[in-house]
C-alpha cells in the first residue's frame, strides 16, 4: 500500500464529518485469542478484536471523539501516549483521568497534538498480575499528520514489537514468545517491496519492559524522527535500538534485492517470533538473516551542537532498588514520592542518575523532553517523550512546563512503576 493510499483510507475512515454526538473513533475492549502463528496461540486482552489495535490517523490539531467500551471484569484505563493533551483525557488515573469501569464506557475528546508517531495502550496497574496493563494486547499505533510533512517516501510501513507468555526470571521479566504486528516471524504475510523504493518504517516498541535491538541486513535506516518528533541531524545507522515506549521513524532505501528478516538482534528472541520478512518483486527463497556490523546506539548521533538555554530549576533524581523488585526515586516509593512542582512556561533540567544494574526507560505525560546530556556528551535538539537511562549511567533531559495539570513520571517497564519507580509533575499556582 502505498502512503496516499493508506492516507485516504484512514482520512475516509476515521476523518469524515461526523455529527457532534457519533464518535470517530470506537474502541472496543475484550479478551481474544491470539493466533501467533501455527500452534501457537496467547489468550489476552486487545482492542476490536485485534492486536495490534486499529491504526488511528488524523491531521494535528482536529479534535477528536474516541468512545471506548470495557468487556472485561476489570477497570481499564486508555493512555495517549505522546499526546499533549489535559490531564482528566490523558488516561493516567494518578492525573485524575477516570477509569472505564468494568462493563461500562467513556468517552474522550481531545485534540490530535502534536504531530508525529503516536501511540495508546492501556495503563492499568498490573503489580505481579502479568495479565493486565501494557502484557496485554491492548496497543494500537496513531499517526498525527502535519500539513508540512513532505512524503519523501514511497511505503509506509507499522512496526509493532510485542511479548508473549511473560513470567518472572530472577531480576527482570522474561517471555516465552514475540511478535511484530501479532505475528510471529514466517507466520505473517511479508513486507513487499520493490526496488528503489523508499520505505518509511514507523516503529514501535509496544513491550511492557524489553528493550530490542533490530537490523534489516544489508540495509540502513536513515533514522528521521525519534518518539515522533523531527531530529536535528538524520543519519544512516545498521541497528535500531529501542527501549519500552519508545517510537523511530526511519527510511529504508531498498537497494539489495532479496527475501530477508527484519529482525531482533538477540537470536533466542527471533528465533521465537520477533521478526518479519521483506520480500523483493521477483524474488524467492527462505529470508536471509547475517548479523549487522557492531553499533553503539546513542541519541546524541541525531542531536545539534547548539547549547540549550540555562534551566530555570533542577530536579536531581537517584533511581535505586534498595530491596529485590522495590524501586525508589530519591530514596521514597510510589505513592510515597516527592512530586516534581514546576510553574507555568519555565524550563527545568531533570538529572536522571541510574544507581542500579537495569536500565529505566523514563517517560513523562503530556510533554516533551530535550536530551542535553547523554552519559558523558552533551547535545541538543533531540526531543523525546521516553528516555532510557542505563544502568549505572547519568542521563540529563529539560523540559518546559507548557501544559498545566498534573503529569504522571514514570519508568516504562511496566513492572518497575508498579513497584515504585513513578511520581507526579504538577504546576504551582
Known amino acids: ?82 499526546f499533549h493533551i489535559p490531564s482528566d483525557v490523558d488516561g493516567a488515573h494518578e492525573e485524575g483521568t477516570p477509569h472505564i469501569a468494568a462493563h461500562d464506557h467513556r468517552r474522550y475528546v481531545f485534540p490530535a497534538r502534536p504531530a508525529g508517531t503516536r501511540w495508546y495502550h492501556s495503563h492499568s496497574m498490573a503489580g505481579r498480575n502479568f495479565q493486565r496493563g501494557t502484557y496485554t494486547g491492548q496497543f494500537g499505533l496513531f499517526v498525527v499528520d502535519s500539513p508540512e510533512d513532505a512524503a519523501a517516501y514511497d511505503l509506509e510501513v507499522p512496526i509493532m514489537l510485542h511479548e508473549w507468555e511473560p513470567f518472572l526470571a ?49 540495509h540502513s535506516f536513515h533514522v528521521i524522527a525519534l518518539d515522533g518528533n523531527a531530529v536535528p541531524t538524520s543519519r544512516d545507522v545498521p541497528v535500531l535500538d529501542l527501549g519500552p515506549g519508545e517510537r523511530v521513524d526511519a527510511v529504508v532505501e531498498m537497494n539489495t534485492p532479496g527475501v530477508w528478516v527484519l529482525g531482533e538482534l538477540n537470536g533466542r528472541q527471533r528465533d521465537t517470533g520477533l521478526g518479519i520478512v521483506v520480500e523483493y518483486a521477483d524474488q524467492h527463497g527462505p529470508p536471509q538473516w547475517f548479523p549487522p556490523p557492531n553499533f553503539t546506539w546513542d541519541y546524541t548521533l541525531f542531536g545539534a551542537d547548539l547549547k540549550p538555554p540555562v534551566p530555570d530549576g533542577r530536579f536531581p533524581m537517584v ?45 513523562l505525560h503530556r510533554h516533551t523532553f530535550e536530551v542535553t546530556h547523554f552519559i558523558d556528551k552533551a547535545t541538543s535538539g533531540v526531543r523525546k517523550d521516553v528516555i532510557v537511562v542505563p544502568p549505572w549511567r547519568q542521563v540529563e533531559v529539560d523540559v518546559i512546563a507548557s501544559n498545566p495539570g498534573s503529569s504522571l513520571f514514570h519508568c516504562h517497564h511496566q513492572f518497575h512503576m508498579d513497584m515504585g519507580l513513578m511520581t507526579l509533575m504538577q504546576y504551582s499556582t
Open 1 to 82: 500500500m502505498t502512503r496516499r493510499q493508506m492516507l485516504a483510507l484512514s482520512v475516509t475512515a476515521l476523518c469524515h464529518a461526523a455529527p457532534s454526538s457519533e464518535p470517530d473513533v470506537q474502541l472496543r475492549i475484550a479478551p481474544v485469542t491470539l493466533d501467533l502463528g501455527p500452534k501457537k496461540s496467547v489468550k489476552t486482552v486487545a482492542y476490536n478484536g485485534q492486536v495490534p489495535g486499529p491504526m488511528l490517523r488524523f491531521p494535528e490539531g482536529k479534535m477528536i471523539t474516541v468512545d471506548v467500551s470495557n468487556e472485561t471484569a476489570v477497570d481499564e484505563l486508555v493512555h495517549w501516549h505522546g
Open 170 to 218: 530472577d531480576d527482570d521479566i522474561d517471555y516465552k514468545l514475540f511478535s511484530i504486528n501479532g505475528k510471529m516471524l514466517g507466520a505473517g504475510e511479508p513486507i513487499r517491496v520493490h526496488s528503489s523504493q523508499r520505505v518509511l518504517f514507523r516503529i514501535v516498541n509496544a513491550s511492557a519492559t524489553m528493550s530490542h535491538r533490530l537490523a534489516l541486513p544489508r
Open 319 to 363: 533511581f535505586k532498588e534498595p530491596s529485590e523488585h522495590h524501586w525508589t526515586i530519591n530514596g521514597k516509593s510510589y505513592p510515597h514520592t516527592d512530586p516534581l512542582m514546576v510553574r507555568a512556561d519555565r524550563r527545568y533540567r531533570m538529572i536522571f542518575d541510574n544507581q542500579s544494574a537495569l536500565a529505566h526507560p523514563i517517560h
